[in-house]
């Protein structure tokens, strides 16, 4: 099968147009014919190196991924999610708590290729009518997004809630999941045209980043009060702010730290306000069916900044690693 492969971390390079034997389905999986997969920052810090992170090379990135099962040609979207299945958080629908917790294209190889084998609980039916390319957009930023506010800050209609990077994979659903749940959003980014992206989304306040200060931003357009909930994955650039501009008793959640891991917490505004800082990692197998559930009433859409062949994989991570996208790149595989 055709496939871009690492052979060791590193940069754009690093990412090599190969042929690999197709994968042989152990017990209890399934083979896929990958149609698409979608890129996630997940692919840039696997590429570049995760300290602790052990590869077996060659290594195939790809966490999103959608196709067909090979034996019996049955459209589908691929979990992301890694877990035993048999432990108490598995079987009480936490897989993500699982102790052997991963995810495709990190812990195992993912998507980047015409072919994976992956387990059968994996699985969820893709709707008909749901392309391939809007399937891969789905999985990874949209159970993020959604553990992060109907699971972790638990929002309630009337409630403010702020996102940061609304342009990213996980902004962009976070808006739509907000809106869908009652909330007043507002929306950060750090160009007009992203805010205006936001705003079509369903943003009801933008604020640019670029040129206004997060937290006057936010105290203005909410009566000095800040924002009842705060969805963040940027890390050290705003983390200051959102503490800031977060009401009292509010709830931050994070999910990520792309701008750096090592943010300072002035803890004084953490327990003089009261504020619940929620961490938040991916979510489990289960809440795929209802964000395709959601996908299929029309209440969520997929947002695709722009499709590339697997080919062209070094370009697409180009294109992520300078923040040039509104919502998700996917890459589309060939097949004869």
Known sequence: MRAIALYEHGGIDKLVACELPTPEPGPGEVLVRVEAVALNHLDLWVRKGIPGLKLTYPHLLGADIAGELVSDGSKVIVSPVLSCMRCRDCLSGRDNLCRHFGLLGEHRSGGYAQYIAVPACNIVPRPTGMSAV????????????????????????????????????????????????????????????????????????????????????????????????????????????????????????????????????????????????????????????????????????????????????????????????FGKIVLEVPHP
């Open 134 to 325: 809007d399937a891969a957009a789905l999985p990874v930023t949209g159970l993020t997004a959604w553990q992060m506010l109907v699971k972790k800050a638990k929002v309630l209609p009337g409630e403010t809630v702020l996102v940061i990077a609304a342009g990213s994979g996980v902004g962009v659903a976070a808006v739509q999941i907000a809106k869908l749940l009652g909330a007043r959003v507002i929306a950060t980014a750090t160009s007009d045209a992203k805010l205006e992206r936001a705003r079509a989304l369903g943003a009801d306040e933008t604020i640019n980043t670029s040129t206004h200060d997060l937290v006057e931003g936010v105290k203005s357009l909410t009566g000095k009060r800040g924002a009842d909930v705060i969805i963040e994955h940027v890390g050290k650039a705003l983390w200051s702010q959102c503490i800031l501009a977060c009401a009292t008793g509010g709830r931050i959640v994070t999910c990520g730290a792309t701008t750096g891991f090592d943010a300072v917490t002035d803890l004084r505004h953490v327990f003089f306000r009261q504020l619940s800082i929620l961490g938040s990692t991916m979510g489990s197998k289960g809440d795929l069916f209802d964000i395709v559930e959601q996908v299929k009433a029309g209440k969520i859409r997929p947002v695709i900044d722009r499709v590339l062949p697997l080919a062209e994989a070094r370009k697409a991570h180009e294109l992520l690693e300078g923040r040039q996208q």
